[in-house]
């Protein structure tokens, strides 16, 4: 299944004909189009195309179909579980110049973008009419991409991820039909629910052109703490607790005393290495102290130090920078490194006992683990970082994302809270899910029957 | 297709050996569970099965499709489009005794529950443990029955639809396997949204069997008012920028003058016969203080006269069960009427615009017709009191139904915010979303390829 095509050439002059300058074979390009975050080895595309609209998009469709070229929807290029690489070889459709901000209905709190956008140049854009787009994973990716993943981030305790966020899809199909997935309207029973279906689809079912996201109002008053803990236990269980007291905090991020350490040295900043969470708090005035004195108190009982403050905007920023800097000052701890990622995702009533087990395999590993994340949704990550060169620490690392894994799984957890299953994954999902699969397989067949659309990815046909 | 199919005989005694008395063909029963609160005329099953277990549901999917007989699953019979009449005959599935909480797990706040649970029975269930299940259509629906319509109610504008509370679904499939759609964990990026898609799909790609639910904090502080308007414009207004300011009110139901009317007849109060939003307010006592002061300026600014307010549970318990009883108090301004209930919802840019040229409908009508809805989402319900033995009602009827989806659409809105498609709302369906309805045969084509579950529904083959 995995070995390339035969790639027709006839498909390059075809595709020129449509799009000029716009398709190359440049082995710089292809490469830098067939790798991603991941561990996993390159695998470039035979050819880059550019559209620039969903007509364009379209077109290629139809012209790969014909010649049975697969086709692998591109953003930036920041996924983690190898999403997009060309491991059948294919034509590697880049979003990036589809970058058009198309409406901001500010009554309605939401916008109208074509997929190439990324989620700061969206926050830029609407940054003069008090409403922001929550949905922060560390990359700057484009929101076509952050949809195919059904990303998250650090606020999606509060403002939920993509599959809560999205309202409709402009999607081409593998017929090169165009369709829209819902109206604007905020809810609907209109039928099956396709959006949600291409959220988290992966490249795998259809490309995604434009995207209608929710927006939400910048609240009066924000502000964030940073607060140290003797044990990642007493961290965890803050959270949970304050949750349970129905605080409606924007966000809730633990990072272990190894990440605390990166952090420093990559951000040159003085933070106790130990233990911590970065809370943020959105209300008004009096609801952000009023939740603040809650979570303090909260946090006391649970060994936490006392809160430091970030109330001003760049104080803010820069503590939120450093925290979405997280995984790129990880891999600087160990000079040449790659990492391996995982993102277990389980009930917050397991993530105390799960950190805690989990921190037991760190202790006994040989590389230098640090563990961070979204402790409010119950999702935490490990970075392992691996010398690529060494079969011996890839080989160690799979052997501990498969116990996390497995750990997370024996109690009721995810093997991916937000991260996806690309290649890397796929074992796990079917362990995850059992039959279940076998339906995703369905559907796979029934949008795709041709298995061009980034073929080997999710499911395997 | 509408034609009832030939029911084979034998079948009944292979469901008698598996159910013994737990299978019927009484009149009665067959007729009760044939019709369901919509317009449409009856049409009772072949037969009305009372499973107790999804290892039974799963045998009854068995004996009934080697004998190629239709599956209509059933609620309380509630939908408002003719989803559970079964109009090619066939075996009912009564999941009403499949009736008991499973698990509540008040740390992770979720709930395990039959299909067959009613939204009032698991809130009375859970009522000790400082949780709440919100969403609140205006029947004591099944959540089997919610998941399926993908239900909502007054609590959506801050708590969300079933679409956002429905955490993982245990679904017997047409060849008779069981599946588990996700994990408990709060979110996920594990393979295609398969939750999602059983949300909504009116019991015609599988039955559903267990629900996972979200549940909520009961907030420390809570409070009702009702506030009078000179215009249905000025109090639609006071949501939308109620909603702009970023007050996460609980609940904002708008309902007009004539519905009031019925209201006050059906509960003898004695509230000002005007257009009228009740609204909720959720927090900390300090929280709901300030969101009330907000909103009271702003409704002011709009032509909102004082609030009246319902601080005691029980003031605001008798406030939610009137309206919750809005559409049968409504079906008693008129003898002996049935209603058409439409279901629209649009952008809320465009909501009060779209109430307004809808009043003028009203006004032309030759029947009482009350509007209400829930209008922080954009979506509001007309109740056409129609005689249900006049021709001429019934067509003038569906002409105003007509004219007011043909206008949501033309605002980017949906023809049903609510209630489903069923059989009622399939045309609009198709001018709604156009060739993305194909995408849906697609999908009910690949999970039930012999058309048994609920056929004729949603979409038809």
């Known amino acids: 299944m995995n070995k390339p095509r035969e790639f027709d050439h006839t498909v390059l002059t075809e595709l020129q004909a449509l799009l000029g300058d716009r398709v190359t074979t440049s082995a710089g390009i292809r490469e830098h189009h067939g790798k991603d975050e991941s561990y996993l080895p390159y695998a470039p595309p035979d050819a880059v195309v550019f559209p620039l609209s969903t007509e364009e998009v379209r077109d290629i469709v139809n012209i790969c179909r014909r010649h049975q070229v697969p086709m692998i929807p591109y953003g930036v290029g920041t996924s983690l579980e190898g999403h997009i690489l060309a491991i059948q070889g294919g034509v590697c459709v880049d979003m990036g110049r589809m970058n058009q901000v198309l409406a901001v209905h500010e009554e309605d709190m939401d916008a109208v973008v074509q997929a190439g956008v990324t989620r700061k140049q969206l926050n830029e854009f609407i940054k003069h009419t008090g409403l922001f787009f929550p949905i922060d994973p560390g990359a700057d990716a484009t929101l076509g991409g952050m949809t195919a993943t059904r990303a998250s981030g650090t606020n999606a305790v509060r403002y939920g991820t993509m599959r809560e966020t999205v309202m409709s899809l402009k999607v081409v199909l593998a017929d090169g039909r165009i369709i829209q997935t819902a109206r604007r309207a905020k809810k609907s029973s209109a039928g099956y629910d396709l959006t949600r279906l291409f959220v988290g689809s992966e490249g795998t079912l259809g490309i995604i052109t434009e995207v209608t996201v929710k927006l939400h109002p910048v609240q009066a008053a924000m502000s964030a703490a940073v607060c140290a803990f003797s044990s990642v236990k007493g961290a965890a269980d803050t959270v949970i607790q304050t949750l349970q007291s129905g605080v409606p905090i924007a966000r809730s991020e633990l990072l ?63 503590l939120w920078e450093a925290r979405h800097n997280a995984y790129f000052a990880c891999l600087q701890l160990k000079a040449g490194s790659r990492a391996i990622s995982t993102d277990v995702c389980v009930p917050i009533s397991r993530l105390a006992e799960c950190i805690v ?105």
Request: aromatic share 4%; proline share 4%.
């Open 256 to 318: 272990c005393a190894t990440t605390m350490a990166a952090l420093n040295r990559h951000n040159k900043t003085s933070h106790r290495e130990m233990p911590t969470l970065l809370l943020e708090f959105h209300g008004t005035e009096a609801g952000v102290i009023e939740q603040a004195e809650m979570v303090q108190e909260i946090a006391r009982e649970n060994g936490g130090l006392d809160f430091q403050w970030a109330t001003k905007p760049e104080e803010r920023t820069k």
């Open 357 to 461: 087990e989990t921190t037991k395999d760190i202790e006994k590993a040989s590389m230098p683990i640090p563990l961070f994340g979204h402790v409010g949704d119950g999702n935490f990550h490990l970075v392992i970082l691996i010398d690529p060169a060494s079969r011996k620490d890839m080989e160690e690392a799979k052997a501990i994302n498969l116990r996390v894994v497995k750990r997370a799984l024996a109690m009721e957890g995810t093997c991916t809270g937000e991260h996806g299953i690309g290649i890397g994954k796929q074992a796990y999902l079917q362990e995850e899910l059992g039959d279940a699969v076998d339906l995703m397989r369905d559907i796979k067949r029934s949008f795709d029957p041709e298995n061009l659309f980034n073929p080997g990815k999710v499911v395997r046909l």
